[in-house]
Structures are given as C-alpha cells and as structure tokens.
C-alpha cells in the first residue's frame, strides 16, 4: 500500500458499569453504530470499539490524516450516543471526559485521550496497541524507554543492523505546553532526566534514526489540566509499530514483566503497580485498581484492522501479576502516608486548600523560636 495510511486511537471514559470498574456492552454498540456510519460515509477504511476497564476505545484507520475534523467529529458523536446510553442506564460518571458541549474542531483539549500516527503501510504491518486504566500518561515513560533504548530489554539494539542507529525521542512537558528533541544512545542519560519524573514529562512519540519513520506515539492529555479540576485519571493509550526497523512483538511486551509503579488508582491519587491483563480482567475492583494495562495486536492489510489478538492473555505475565498484587498490598498498607498517596502537588483529589484555608489563623511562623512556648496543661488528679 503506497498511500499514506493513519491510525488513530481515541478514548473517553463517558460511564462506568459498577462504578468505576468496567464498560457495559450497550456504550460499545452505541459507538459502532456511529462509526459504521462513517465507514459506510467513506471518512474511514477501518474500526475497531473495544474497552479497558471504565473507558471507551476507538481505534481507526483512514486516510485523512492526524487531528482531522471529520474522523475527531466522528469520535466525539459516537462517545455522545454513548454517553446518552450511559445516562439510560444510570451507569456512574456518565460522560465524565466530555468536558465540552459541543465539538470544535479536534477533540484535544476536550477530554477525551488521542494518539495518532500517519507513514506507509510496510509489507507486514504490525501494530501493538496498548490501552491502560487507572493511570496517567507518565506510565508509558519507563516501557517505552526500555522499549527503544534499553539493550538489556532489546536485543536488536545490538544485534540488528537498523535498530543498531538508535532511535529520537520526542518528549512533552505537559505542565509548560513544552517539548524537546532527544536522540539515543547519545543523549540516554539526559532523556532520563526528563522521563524519571513522570508527572510532568511524558514521551509522545519515538522514532527511527535509520529511516525517520514514527515508531510510536502515545496520549499526553492531562485532564486535571484541561480542566482545572479532578474529572477522573487520563488513562492513556500508546501505539507501537513491531518488527523489521522496530523492535520485535516480544522485545515491545517485555517491559510489561515489570510491574512497575504509576501514579493514579483510587481517585487518581495514589501510587500502584501496572499490572499487564487480558481485556477480560481489566476489570480493576481493589481499591479501585491496580492500574491496569492491556495488549492488543493488529495486522493492518490495505487499512483494514486484522484483530486483534489479547497478547497479555499468557502464563508468562502470571509471575508479573502475581508480584503486581504483592505490590499493592505493600502500598496499601501505608493507607493514607506517602509513598502510596501521592505527594500534595500531584494529588488528582485533595482537600489540603481548604483544610488549609479553615486553619489559616492557627498556622504561626516559628521565627527561631522552639515549638512549643509553653507545655501543654495537665489533667487534673485526685490526691488523697
């Protein structure tokens, strides 16, 4: 296929079916529809509507390009004839990302989550989709890192002659509206600097240095910030091209063996383990977690989506599980003490400003001084 093909990835939470833990099959046929009527309409070649936990996924191909009106107008319809079914059915948090009443262009900064890619379709085009919930978009950082600069991850770093030239890292400070270039392995230890804070620096996108061509892209919509307020966590999606000039299906998983620790869970205020699951147990209910993440796998053949297969449904991520819960039960344990609870800056919920606000006039500086200026009194007691 010599046309330019684009895949786009877009997610909203509009309704959760028991709270927050899972997506009733009804918001999933409702956004079919719409996006049946836009394939029949020619705007798309292809869809796919699945879900991760409380959140609604589309995935389509066309050949419009990234941020087109038609295909982010159509993406917003179908989560609106979602959200209307949500609300029949008084489902919790009923259109809760749809920060807008009506469509303006691109849904970025709207609410709902976006990553797209634009590049020739290859003889065999493999495409691995991850979709997590529960999280913010800072949880791609370490996985992709490893994915495309780690050799101790990927072998191919070293012994394939076009994954050998490294890869550019696009980096996005989402507090700044900034970003920044960075090419590896050269620039490794200054790309960790940015990365190893998840919370405000996030990787949108790689690339290859041998042929230029996206590798992946990822979500880096922070609700929080669009919307001045807690509306619930971003759980982002990320996109990665697999094999030939990109690493191999395997070496893209193989982060994911590590459950490593993400910012969000309940009320997206809390640190957890990601913890890689088939679609069918990306129903997070402990504590409204752990984070979790899910695989999906596609051929594309001419724009059309051949999949996908649950490439987390495997015995080898058990151990990966298995230490994912230890971990949560370690976290747990320190209830509402940092290092589980988030640091005061990074809480998505947090009633400090009025806690603070209520006890102002108690708040005295210690100018030097010691403390306590006096000791506290003493109960009185009965001598005989």
């Not at 949500?86 to 259109?95: E, P, V």
């Not at 609410?111 to 290859?122: I, K, N, Q």
């Not at 679609?279 to 979790?292: K, V």
């Not at 594309?300 to 949560?328: H, K």
């Amino acid at each position: 296929m010599s046309q330019e093909i684009t895949l786009s990835v877009i997610k909203a939470d509009v309704g959760g079916w028991v709270g927050h833990s899972a997506m009733h099959p009804e918001l999933e046929r409702a956004a079919r529809e719409v996006l049946s009527e836009g394939k029949q309409r020619g705007i798309l070649v292809d869809y796919h509507v699945t879900h991760c936990g409380d959140d609604l996924e589309l995935i389509m191909t066309h050949t419009r390009g990234v941020e087109h009106r038609d295909v982010h107008e159509l993406a917003w319809r179908a989560f609106e004839r979602a959200t209307e079914a949500a609300r029949d059915l008084k489902l919790y948090g009923a259109g809760q990302d749809l920060l807008s009443d009506a469509f303006s262009g691109n849904v970025r900064g709207m609410g709902p989550g976006v990553a797209e890619m634009t590049f020739v379709e290859r003889k065999s085009e493999t495409i691995v989709i991850f979709l997590a919930d529960k999280t913010s978009p800072g949880a791609w950082n370490l996985p992709l890192f490893r994915m495309f600069a780690d050799p101790f991850n990927t072998a191919g770093l070293v012994i394939s002659p076009t994954l050998h030239h490294g890869f550019r890292f696009e980096v996005h400070d989402v507090r700044e509206n900034k970003r920044i270039i960075l090419d590896c392995p050269e620039e490794m230890y200054d790309l960790l600097i940015f990365i190893g804070a998840p919370s405000r620096y996030n990787i949108k996108a790689v690339y290859s240095r041998a042929t230029g061509e996206i590798a992946a892209v990822s979500s880096t919509d922070r609700l929080s910030l669009i919307a001045g307020r807690y509306v619930g966590k971003d759980d982002p999606v990320c996109i990665v091209r697999c094999q030939s000039q990109f690493p191999a299906v395997g070496e893209v998983l193989e982060p994911f063996a590590f459950p490593h620790v993400v910012e969000g869970w309940m009320r997206g205020s809390h640190h957890g383990p990601l913890m890689p699951v088939s679609q069918r147990e990306a129903r997070p209910s402990r504590f409204d977690g752990p984070p979790r993440v899910i695989a999906l796998g596609f051929q594309l053949a001419e724009g059309r989506l051949i999949g996908p297969v649950d490439l987390f449904d495997d015995p080898s991520f058990d151990l990966a599980r298995r230490q994912a819960n230890l971990i949560a039960g370690y976290l747990r344990r320190h209830g509402p003490f940092e290092p589980h609870r988030l640091p005061m800056e990074e809480m998505e919920y947090t009633t400090l400003p009025d806690v603070m606000s209520r006890l102002a006039d108690r708040m005295e500086p210690l100018d030097g001084r010691q403390p306590l200026t006096q000791p506290a009194p003493q109960p009185e007691m009965d001598v005989d």
